[in-house]
């Protein structure tokens, strides 16, 4: 099992950044994902982007393609989300995960197994 803690979250204007952190801790598979996820207010929650641990080769979801970037240390104990010129619409609880899941379904919550308790971003206009 997978220890996530989120944290980074926090209040910004539109074009700001922040930038998300996931603490990972406990027992890796070889081949593990490690997602960011969101779910904004009367939505279903919806994948952000995707490293896998092992190459570290990054997906991202067509909406925040060019202003999000995940990435993780060398260690390998920690995932960022640096998220750049937000927008009102990325206002949302946002949740790591892990998972060994297939470049088929990086982007299906339901195949993550591990979940933080989430870090809540809200963008202004």
């Known amino acids: 099992q997978v220890r996530l803690v989120e944290s980074g979250g926090g209040s910004v204007e539109a074009g700001g950044s922040l930038r998300l952190s996931c603490a990972a801790s406990?027992?890796?598979?070889?081949?593990?994902?490690i997602g960011w996820f969101r779910r904004a207010p009367g939505k279903e929650r919806e994948a952000v982007a995707v490293i896998d641990r092992g190459s570290s080769s990054t997906h991202y979801a067509d909406s925040v393609k060019g202003r999000f970037t995940i990435s993780q240390n060398y260690a390998k104990t920690t995932v960022y989300l640096q998220m750049d010129a937000l927008k009102p619409e990325d206002t949302a609880m946002y949740y790591c995960?892990?998972?060994?899941?297939?470049?088929?379904?990086?982007?299906?919550?339901?195949?993550?197994?591990?979940w933080g308790q989430g870090t809540q971003v809200t963008v202004s206009s």
């Open positions: 406990g027992f890796f598979y070889s081949s593990m994902y």
């Open positions: 995960a892990a998972g060994r899941v297939t470049r088929a379904t990086l982007f299906y919550p339901s195949k993550y197994n591990d």
